[in-house]
């Protein structure tokens, strides 16, 4: 099956720094998200992008399909931003929408 | 408009014991799925459910059991839970096509003695 392979595995921040999370993936896909699950464990769709750039607010991503990567950029961490990142990619010739969960990464900010 | 909604959010069995979890949604999707997550890993998919009466195998379903009577509705049953079930239960609901966002119960916290 796909790989995917979340960097870090873990970061600390202070709060006000920039960030970069990585997803690389092993096949091609036509679905990617990014996910933000909470301290509470609650799992938040950020967003939405096999491929392109996308932004809301302190937030954006990028996807690289033909190279099999995507980027979140997260600028002026706020502590609330703490939790658990993940990625999740549906191959391009699969149906039923299945996705396929990265390992995460786990953002820790600092006041 | 609720979304999804996972009963119960906690739960306790012993060893042998059976139980069903619920997962209900209102936005007519017609996709359905159940997700575990284990500590510090992502989530793994055991079943999924591409309409009304409709059940499928994810990547890790042995020992457990769906059904999905009703397109709002999508039951995870283990029959006999073992401790190595210790985990958090996630329900998903989609339009089923890959290029769709999938949207996500609160999830079920299940410990199995």
């Known amino acids: 099956g796909i790989q995917v392979e979340q960097s870090p595995p873990d970061l600390i921040l202070q709060e006000g720094a920039n960030s970069t999370l990585r997803c690389n993936f092993s096949?091609?896909?036509?679905?990617l998200q990014w996910f933000h699950q909470n301290p509470w464990g609650q799992l938040i769709n950020l967003f939405y992008?096999?491929?392109g750039t996308k932004q809301n607010g302190r937030l954006s991503a990028t996807t690289v399909a033909t190279e099999r990567y995507s980027l979140l950029y997260i600028s002026s961490s706020q502590t609330t931003d703490s939790g658990v990142y993940f990625c999740a990619v549906g191959l391009l010739y699969t149906n039923a929408g299945k996705s396929t969960f990265g390992d995460g990464t786990t953002l820790t900010v600092k006041p | 408009n609720a979304g999804v909604t996972q009963t119960p959010k906690f739960r306790v069995l012993k060893t042998g014991q059976s139980m069903t979890l619920l997962c209900a949604q209102d936005?007519?999707?017609?996709?359905m799925y159940w997700y575990r997550q284990d500590p510090g890993m992502g989530l793994r998919l055991i079943h999924y459910s591409v309409g009304e009466g409709t059940t499928a195998k994810g990547e890790v379903p042995d020992g457990y059991n769906v059904s999905r009577l009703k397109k709002q509705n999508f039951l995870l049953g283990l029959e006999s839970a073992a401790p190595s079930q210790t985990s958090v239960y996630f329900c998903?609901?989609?339009?089923?096509?890959?290029?769709?966002?999938?949207?996500f119960g609160p999830g079920t916290r299940l410990l199995v003695l």
């Open positions: 936005m007519n999707h017609e996709y």
């Open positions: 096949d091609s896909v036509n679905n």
């Open positions: 992008i096999p491929s």
């Open positions: 998903a609901s989609g339009r089923g096509t890959a290029q769709e966002t999938q949207y």
